[in-house]
């Protein structure tokens, strides 16, 4: 029983579970109503997503020397802001639910190799997890 790491807003899988938006904020333009039904996420947990600032980071991350160097200092300080005591339990939370049960984790970002839901799949595979 799996945990997925997805982008909000695609379609889900038939066996995905419980869909937890790891995003600052909740999407735009759509009524709180229908997240679920709009398959953006079922409960909102943005005490995984990273700060402002580091989220900043992430965003310059995008191809190239000076991008390269964005995403190294946006991993190293979203890793730094996960180790911290209440988010680092929230992972341990995940990882050991993902024996049991299935749900996904995710965010907006297009391309998962420069956002923060790569980093998740680490931390979370870290701990033990288990990853579709």
């Known amino acids: 029983m799996p945990v997925r790491i997805v982008q909000l807003g695609t379609a889900r899988s038939a066996d995905e579970g419980l869909r ?20 953006w996420y079922d409960v909102w947990y943005p005490n995984l997503a990273p ?10 991350a995008q191809a190239g020397p000076e991008g390269d160097r964005d995403w190294v200092t946006f991993r190293k300080k979203y890793r730094a802001e ?28 297009d391309n998962e190799a420069r956002c923060h839901r790569s980093l998740l799949r680490e931390l979370l595979s870290e701990r033990g997890a288990k990853i579709a």
């Open 82 to 109: 996960m180790a911290e005591p209440d988010t680092s339990r929230s992972l341990d939370l995940l990882a050991a639910l993902s024996q049991r049960t299935n749900f996904a984790v995710g965010c907006y970002c």
């Open 20 to 39: 937890i938006g790891t995003v600052r904020r909740p999407p735009r333009g759509v009524p709180k109503s229908q997240f679920s039904s709009q398959n």
């Open 51 to 60: 700060s402002a600032e580091t989220m900043k980071l992430g965003q310059s």
